[in-house]
C-alpha cells in the first residue's frame, strides 16, 4: 500500500542546490510532526469563534456543509462520468483528513476511486497505514515523496487536488503550483484549507499594533500560553520558520494561486483574533465565563471590522481554485486579490506604535 521509494535522494539533490540548511529542515519538520497534529486539542476560544464567526460565512460561500464536504462536493463533480476517478492530497499527514473524506465519498455513492496520499514524512504515513480500515484499504495509494518534488515523483492525472495545512510548509510553490495546473483535468478543482498571512505565521506591523493594544485587557490566566508553558506579560511575536518549515513562504501563497489558478469559492478570514483563539493563548479563555465570552467576541468583531475596510488582511483561506476562468463568490466582498498583502507595504500609522519584540 504505501510506497517505499526513499525520499533522500530528493533530500540530497534539494541540500546540494540550497546547502545543508534543507536538509536540516527536513529533518527538524519529520521530528516536529512525528509525534502527530493535536496533542492539545483545540481551546474553547476556537470553537466560539468559528461557530459564530467562520460558520456563517462557509455558509454563504459553500452551502451548509463540513470540511469533508468541502472537498467531497467538488471531488464527485469532477469525477462524474469516469470509471475510476484519481484525487490527490498534498501533504497528508497521518491521513485523518483523507480517511473521513474516503468514507464521505463513499456516503455520497461514490463507489470506486483512487486518492494518491503524499506526504515527506515516513512516520505520518506508517501511521496514516495502520489507521486505514480494511474495507478502505483499496482505495489508497499512499506515497513518501518531498512535495517539493512531486512532478518528479508522482505520475499521472488527477480529478480533484486537496491541500489542508500543507501549502505553508512548501518552499518550491511555483514549481508545485504548475504542476498542480498540469495534472489537474479540465473543470476539476483544487480545494485548499491553509494559512496566507505572514513568513513564519509572524503578524503584520498593522495586525501586531492592535495585538498590543489589545493585551492589556487579558488576565494572567489569558495571557499563559499552553504550549510554552509561561505567562506574557506582553505579546510577542516570533518566527516559526525558523524550524522546519512551518510557515515558510505563507505570505506568498495567495499570491502565487490568483496568478495560476481562478479563484471560484472563496473565504477568508483570521487577523488579529488569531493569538486568541489558537492552542498557545486561547486556553485561557472560558466561554463559560460571561466576561470572558464578552472580551473574546469584542475581539472577534473588531477582527472582522478591520478586515472589512481594509486596515488588516486575512490569515486564512478555504478555496476552491479551478484552472479555468469563472466567476468567483466570497464573504464580505474579501475577495482572493483583495485578501493579498504586499510585503512591501508599510503602514505609517503603526509608527504611534512601540515594536513587537520578536521571539526565535
Known amino acids: 500500500m504505501t510506497d517505499n521509494a526513499s525520499v533522500a ?122 489507521a486505514v480500515d480494511n474495507d478502505l484499504r483499496g482505495f489508497f495509494t499512499l506515497a513518501q515523496v518531498d512535495l517539493n518534488r512531486m512532478d518528479a515523483e508522482i505520475s499521472g492525472c488527477f480529478d480533484g487536488v486537496m491541500a489542508s495545512h500543507s501549502l505553508h510548509h512548501l518552499m518550491e510553490l511555483e514549481r508545485v503550483f504548475d504542476w498542480v495546473r498540469r495534472v489537474l483535468r479540465p473543470g476539476c478543482v483544487f480545494a485548499i484549507n491553509d494559512m496566507i498571512g505572514r ?43 525558523s524550524y522546519g518549515f512551518e510557515g515558510v513562504r505563507a505570505q506568498d501563497i495567495l499570491p502565487l494561486l490568483v496568478k495560476t489558478f481562478s479563484p471560484r469559492k472563496f473565504l477568508a478570514g483570521g487577523g488579529i483574533v488569531d493569538p486568541f483563539i489558537e492552542r498557545g493563548f486561547g486556553f485561557g479563555f472560558n466561554i463559560a465565563d460571561d466576561d470572558d465570552c464578552k472580551l473574546l467576541k469584542f475581539i472577534c468583531q473588531l477582527n472582522d471590522a478591520l478586515l472589512d475596510n481594509g486596515q488588516i488582511t486575512p490569515t486564512f483561506m478555504l478555496a476552491h481554485f479551478y484552472c479555468e476562468e469563472g466567476e468567483e463568490k466570497c464573504f464580505r466582498g474579501r475577495s482572493a486579490a483583495g485578501s493579498i498583502r504586499d510585503p512591501e507595504r508599510t503602514p505609517g500609522w503603526t509608527a504611534f506604535y512601540p515594536p513587537v519584540p520578536l521571539m526565535r
Not at 490566566?221 to 499552553?226: E, K, L, N, V
Request: aromatic letters at 14%.
Open 9 to 130: 535522494d530528493a533530500i540530497t539533490d534539494n541540500a546540494s542546490v540550497a546547502g545543508d540548511e534543507y536538509a536540516k529542515k527536513v529533518e527538524q519538520q519529520v521530528k516536529q510532526y512525528a509525534a502527530g497534529f493535536d496533542s492539545f486539542g483545540l481551546p474553547g476560544s476556537y470553537i466560539y469563534w468559528s461557530e459564530n464567526f467562520l460558520r456563517p460565512g462557509l455558509n454563504e460561500v459553500f452551502g451548509p456543509i463540513d470540511l469533508n464536504d468541502f472537498y467531497a462536493i467538488p471531488f464527485i463533480e469532477g469525477g462524474l462520468g469516469k470509471p475510476r476517478p484519481r484525487y490527490l492530497s498534498i501533504g497528508c499527514g497521518d491521513g485523518a483528513n483523507e480517511i473521513a473524506l474516503a468514507r464521505r465519498l463513499i456516503e455520497r455513492g461514490l463507489v470506486d476511486f483512487e486518492f494518491v496520499c503524499a506526504d515527506l514524512s515516513a512516520p505520518l504515513l506508517e501511521r496514516f497505514d495502520k
Open 199 to 241: 513568513n513564519g505565521h509572524m503578524r503584520w506591523p498593522e495586525a501586531a499594533a492592535f495585538i498590543q493594544l489589545l493585551w492589556p485587557l487579558l488576565g494572567e490566566r489569558q495571557r499563559y500560553h499552553a504550549q510554552f508553558k509561561k505567562v506574557f506579560a506582553e505579546f510577542e511575536d516570533w518566527d516559526c520558520s
